[in-house]
C-alpha cells in the first residue's frame, strides 16, 4: 500500500477513515502472517502501516474532540 499522508487523510470523511481503518488492520494481520511463515520480504510494511493507522487514529480523535467544544 502507498504511504498516506495527513493532508491526504484529512480530506477524507469520517466513514472514509473508518473504513480504511479496517482495511489497514486487515492489512496488518496479513503482515504478521507473512512475516511468520517467512514470505515477506519488506519488513518496512510493518511500521508504514502502523504510522498511517496511527495517523488515522489521531485525525478522527481530533475531529471527536472538536465536536465536543
Do not use: C, H, P, W
Not at 484529512?10 to 511463515?37: H, I, V
Not at 515477506?40 to 504510522?51: C, I, N
Amino acid at each position: 500500500m502507498t504511504r498516506l499522508y495527513s493532508d491526504e487523510l484529512r480530506e477524507m470523511n469520517d466513514e472514509k477513515l473508518l473504513d480504511l481503518y479496517e482495511d489497514l488492520k486487515e492489512e496488518l494481520y496479513k503482515l504478521r502472517l507473512s512475516y511468520a511463515t517467512g514470505e515477506l520480504v519488506d519488513t518496512s510494511e510493518f511500521s508504514k502501516t502502523k504510522k498511517t493507522v496511527a495517523r488515522i487514529m489521531t485525525i478522527l480523535r481530533e475531529r471527536q474532540a472538536e465536536g465536543k467544544k
